[in-house]
């Protein structure tokens, strides 16, 4: 295998992981915050395509616009099924909520084939060539999606960091209680979660439309892949959520040489499962003592 497949294959893999950081960073973000996994997660991607696609062909609407739409659609509805679905199970069981996001995932995947059917959809993009730096190949595309994806994430870092509000989600993610007993307006937090949530997701979901045929199951095949990814990075951290995706992405890519197409997905998941043999709490995970 000479070293250039191997390159190419990687980078591959960094433009796939950074896509699908954006929905594992709202994995990580809601698992760490509401406490529970939102398996609603891969529709609302779904969902943000297909939004897109209906703004370029009903709207008529450019690449970029379709995409504020896309995200500012999904966070819409991500807000929605909160203040409707999610805000009532706020004190119940984390496998009530569990099972009423499966619900919501479901209730969004049907909505999407009631009125859109089973059809294969594209979002329209422009056809470039890619650039070749000596057998290293790059399409501009990629490097759009990838840098979108950067800049996304930058934010809410910085959000979560040097604001705030984000001072305090870490404060209810870290002890609900305390912070609930500081006076902290946990319901507002609870409406910044779940916009990002949305916003998030629906940007991850057209930004995978611009790279794969759209379909009402495109979100829902990759979430496996994105709840491993926060399991391996750590669960409940950010940071974890995005290195744990692209160790995935790119271990996926490049064993996908090895094994073929069709098996590359194990290849990431032995990532996985050597790593946890190693550090059973993630990557960036941390060793809590149960009482």
């Known amino acids: 295998m000479d070293w250039l497949s191997i390159v190419n294959a990687g980078i591959n893999g960094t433009v796939l992981g950074l896509l699908l950081a ?29 939004a897109a696609v209906a703004a370029q062909t009903f709207g008529g609407l450019s690449l970029v616009a379709s995409g504020v739409f896309a995200s500012l659609t999904v966070g819409v509805v991500s807000l929605f099924f909160y203040f409707w679905v999610f805000r009532a199970l706020a004190q119940r069981p984390l496998v009530s909520r569990l099972i009423a996001s499966i619900g919501v995932a479901f209730a969004v995947r049907s909505t999407i084939t009631f009125f859109a059917g089973h059809y294969q959809y594209n979002i329209e993009a422009p056809l470039v060539r890619a650039w070749n730096f000596n057998g290293v190949r ?34 209810v993610a870290d002890n609900p209680e305390l912070a609930s007993a500081s006076g902290i307006n946990a319901r507002r937090v609870m409406v910044l979660l779940w916009s990002i949530v949305g916003i998030f997701c629906g940007l991850g979901g057209f930004l995978l439309g611009v ?6 199951e495109l979100g829902f095949e990759l979430l496996l892949t994105i709840f491993a990814a926060v399991i391996l990075g750590g669960i409940g951290t950010p940071i974890g959520a995005v290195v744990g995706i692209l160790v995935f992405g790119i271990s996926q890519e490049i064993g996908s040489l090895y094994v073929g197409p069709a098996y590359k997905i194990v290849m990431a998941f032995l990532v996985l499962l050597c790593v946890l043999l190693l550090r059973p709490q993630g990557i960036f995970g941390r060793i809590q003592a149960a009482r």
């Open 211 to 216: 790279k794969a045929v759209v379909i009402p």
């Open 22 to 50: 954006l929905p594992a960073l709202a994995v990580t973000l809601v698992f760490g915050i509401a406490r529970f996994p939102n398996v609603a997660t891969g529709d609302y991607m779904t969902l943000g395509a297909y």
């Open 138 to 171: 790059i399409l501009p595309t990629d490097v759009y999606i990838a840098v979108t994806a950067i800049v996304a994430l930058v934010l809410v870092f910085m959000l979560m960091r040097f604001t705030p509000m984000g001072r305090r989600m870490r404060a």
